[in-house]
Each structure stands twice: as structure tokens, then as C-alpha cells.
């Protein structure tokens, strides 16, 4: 890992457009973001860059989807990243002054474009989901110790965490909210497939409309089954929800692709009106990776883009 300073490079994730400026000094460096370049970079919060030579971006030739992507993750908080790392092909996680942990020796370059690593908010938690379909590993990185799929079956869909990263939702015949020791803490049946959970562990978010032109969205409780009414998120012409989640307090957060980069929103879920975060452009590399990202989501790759071996 190799630090530069790159102060002009940084755009500050502040509300609005995001401007080239050094973080205020008693406020801890977090990952801006991640990006592909020659190598696998992050850029931090206070305008440093840290190679990461260590860091696959491909598959290597041995395994059976050589030349895939590898995935790359940074968790919610930007203090967590993610990597398959070339020495052993093992999938690892680090902080910026921390050294590597093991996830699984189970989850190798081998699995990739396999099984797909999803990880909590706060990096402590990692889930894969598989090409079977199903899940894979479900990892406790604070314990130490990878479970097993709940229920001895891998046949449930992953939907995610909530942000306090105490609760794991899936869906099986019923949805069903997990705690981290895979214990079930509630079910539903219901014919609404959510994704996101709040921190209340009881409210989830359904995106309604047809993939991947999502404009509108509706409150699911799962204690009680009941659905709020549609509402109609309020994003600018040809911005689509492409990624919705909760905040620590509760609110609903969108994503959404730009023609230069991405903007975040917070969204009333009884208006659909959106509040402007702020607005991260585009940098010029193949691969771009956000906090919080699953892997390789729509604003990932640049188009026409590859990275080389």
C-alpha cells in the first residue's frame, strides 16, 4: 500500500457540488472513493491517494472466469475495503492503518463472477451471494467465524443489511430478518420484494416500476404486512433510483446515475420530494468503485473501458 497526496484530485463529500479542498484537520481521513487505473487506488477524504498494487482486478488466467472483473467493495462508512489480493487469490479486508483479514479461505479468485460479496455498513459483516442462484458465505468478521446458510438450505436471496448492521434480510417462501447469528427475529409472507431495511428493523423499502427504470417506491412493515401508498420519487428528468437504502436516522437515500458522475439523495416517503446531498463527478478511470457499493454497479465501468492484466 503506497500513499500519495493528490489534493486537487479530491472532490469533498459535502452537501451540493462536491470542490478540490483538504478536509478539515481534526476530521479522520475516510474513503472517498476507489478507482482503476494502472492499479486499484483509494482516494481519501483528505485529498491522499493510496495505491493498492495488491489488489486483483482481474481474474487470473488459471481460474475458469479468467479476465472477469474482480470485485473491489468499500463498506458504507469508508473505513473498510475490500479485495481479492494476488498473492494467495484470498478475499481480504483492511482499513487504511489496519493489515489484512481473511474473510474465507472458502471465497478464492476461483469464485469469481461466481459469487458476488456484499458487506455491511460498518465492514463487519460479509454475505455472498451466488450464480446458483442462492447465497454463499455468511462471515462475521467482529467473531471470526464464517456460518452457515441459515435453515441448512443456500436457496434464499440476499436483500441486505440494515445500517446498524445488527439485521440480515432474505427472501425464501417468507421474508425473513435475520440477526448476525443467522437467528430469525421475523417473517412475512408477502408477494412485495423489498430492498433495503431500516434500522428499526421493521420498515423495508420497495422500489415499484420495471428494472431499471425505478421511479417510484412504497413502505413495506413487516410486522404488519402492510404497504404504504406508491409514491412517485421526484428525481430529475432521466435519473432513475439506481440504488436505495436507509440512513443511521431512518431516511430513505437514493442513488442515481448523472451524465457526469453519481447524485445522492435524501427522499421524503411521504412526498417522493428529494433533498440534494451532494454530487460526485465521474474520475477519468476504468472502474470506480463508492462506500457501500455492491459489486460493480451501474456506474462502475466506464464504457469501452478494460483494465489489462
Same mark, same amino acid.
Not at 476461483?110 to 455498513?121: G, K, M, Q, T
Given at each position: 500500500?503506497?500513499?500519495?497526496?493528490?489534493?486537487?484530485t479530491?472532490? +469533498?463529500?459535502?452537501?451540493? %457540488?462536491?470542490?478540490?479542498?483538504?478536509?478539515? $484537520?481534526?476530521?479522520?481521513?475516510?474513503?472517498?472513493?476507489?478507482?482503476?487505473?494502472?492499479?486499484?487506488? *483509494?482516494?481519501l477524504?483528505?485529498?491522499?491517494?493510496?495505491?493498492?498494487?495488491?489488489?486483483?482486478?482481474?481474474?487470473?488466467?488459471?481460474v475458469?472466469?479468467?479476465?472477469?472483473?474482480?470485485?473491489?467493495?468499500?463498506?458504507?462508512?469508508g /473505513?473498510?475495503?475490500?479485495?481479492?489480493?494476488?498473492?494467495?487469490?484470498?478475499? &481480504?479486508?483492511?482499513? *487504511?492503518?489496519?493489515?489484512?483479514?481473511?474473510? =474465507?479461505?472458502?471465497?478464492?479468485?476461483?469464485?469469481?463472477?461466481?459469487?458476488?460479496?456484499?458487506v #455491511?455498513?460498518d465492514?463487519?459483516?460479509? @454475505?455472498?451471494?451466488t =450464480?446458483?442462484? !442462492? &447465497?454463499?458465505?455468511?462471515?462475521?468478521?467482529r467473531?471470526?467465524?464464517?456460518?452457515?446458510?441459515?435453515?441448512?438450505?443456500?436457496?434464499?436471496?440476499?436483500?441486505?443489511?440494515s445500517?446498524?448492521?445488527?439485521?440480515?434480510?432474505? $427472501?425464501?417462501?417468507? *421474508?425473513? &430478518?435475520?440477526d448476525?447469528?443467522l437467528?430469525? /427475529?421475523m417473517?412475512?409472507k %408477502?408477494?412485495?420484494?423489498?430492498?433495503?431495511?431500516?434500522?428499526?428493523? &421493521? %420498515?423495508?423499502?420497495?422500489?415499484?416500476?420495471?428494472?431499471?427504470?425505478?421511479?417510484? +417506491?412504497?413502505? *413495506?412493515n413487516?410486522?404488519? !404486512?402492510?404497504?404504504? #401508498?406508491?409514491?412517485t420519487?421526484? +428525481?430529475?428528468?432521466?435519473?432513475?433510483?439506481?440504488?436505495?437504502?436507509?440512513?443511521?436516522?431512518?431516511?430513505?437515500?437514493?442513488?442515481?446515475r448523472?451524465?457526469?458522475?453519481?447524485?445522492?439523495?435524501?427522499?421524503s416517503?411521504?412526498?417522493?420530494k428529494?433533498?440534494?446531498?451532494?454530487?460526485?463527478?465521474?474520475?477519468?478511470? @476504468?472502474?470506480?468503485? +463508492?462506500?457501500?457499493? =455492491?459489486?460493480?454497479?451501474?456506474?462502475?465501468?466506464?464504457?469501452? /473501458? %478494460?483494465p489489462?492484466?
Amino acid at each position: 500500500m503506497r500513499f500519495r497526496t493528490a489534493l486537487g484530485t479530491l472532490l +469533498l463529500l459535502t452537501p451540493g %457540488t462536491l470542490i478540490a479542498q483538504p478536509a478539515a $484537520a481534526a476530521t479522520p481521513a475516510t474513503i472517498a472513493y476507489a478507482q482503476w487505473t494502472h492499479t486499484w487506488e *483509494l482516494v481519501l477524504t483528505n485529498g491522499d491517494v493510496v495505491e493498492l498494487p495488491e489488489a486483483l482486478a482481474k481474474a487470473p488466467d488459471d481460474v475458469v472466469n479468467a479476465g472477469e472483473w474482480a470485485p473491489f467493495l468499500i463498506s458504507g462508512d469508508g /473505513r473498510h475495503f475490500f479485495y481479492f489480493r494476488k498473492s494467495d487469490g484470498l478475499f &481480504v479486508e483492511r482499513t *487504511l492503518n489496519g493489515k489484512e483479514r481473511v474473510v =474465507s479461505r472458502n471465497l478464492t479468485t476461483a469464485s469469481i463472477d461466481e459469487e458476488w460479496p456484499l458487506v #455491511s455498513y460498518d465492514g463487519s459483516y460479509v @454475505v455472498t451471494t451466488t =450464480s446458483a442462484p !442462492g &447465497v454463499g458465505i455468511f462471515a462475521d468478521l467482529r467473531k471470526g467465524k464464517v456460518l452457515p446458510p441459515p435453515g441448512k438450505t443456500d436457496a434464499w436471496g440476499f436483500i441486505g443489511f440494515s445500517q446498524d448492521g445488527k439485521r440480515l434480510m432474505l $427472501a425464501g417462501d417468507r *421474508l425473513t &430478518v435475520f440477526d448476525r447469528g443467522l437467528r430469525v /427475529r421475523m417473517r412475512l409472507k %408477502t408477494s412485495l420484494d423489498p430492498v433495503a431495511l431500516a434500522n428499526d428493523h &421493521v %420498515t423495508s423499502a420497495v422500489t415499484v416500476g420495471t428494472y431499471p427504470k425505478y421511479r417510484k +417506491l412504497r413502505m *413495506l412493515n413487516l410486522r404488519t !404486512g402492510r404497504a404504504s #401508498s406508491t409514491v412517485t420519487v421526484r +428525481l430529475p428528468r432521466g435519473q432513475y433510483i439506481d440504488d436505495l437504502d436507509f440512513d443511521q436516522a431512518g431516511h430513505v437515500i437514493v442513488r442515481s446515475r448523472t451524465k457526469t458522475g453519481v447524485a445522492i439523495y435524501r427522499v421524503s416517503k411521504a412526498t417522493g420530494k428529494v433533498t440534494p446531498l451532494r454530487t460526485i463527478a465521474r474520475p477519468d478511470a @476504468v472502474l470506480w468503485v +463508492l462506500p457501500g457499493d =455492491s459489486t460493480y454497479e451501474a456506474w462502475t465501468i466506464k464504457k469501452g /473501458r %478494460t483494465p489489462q492484466k
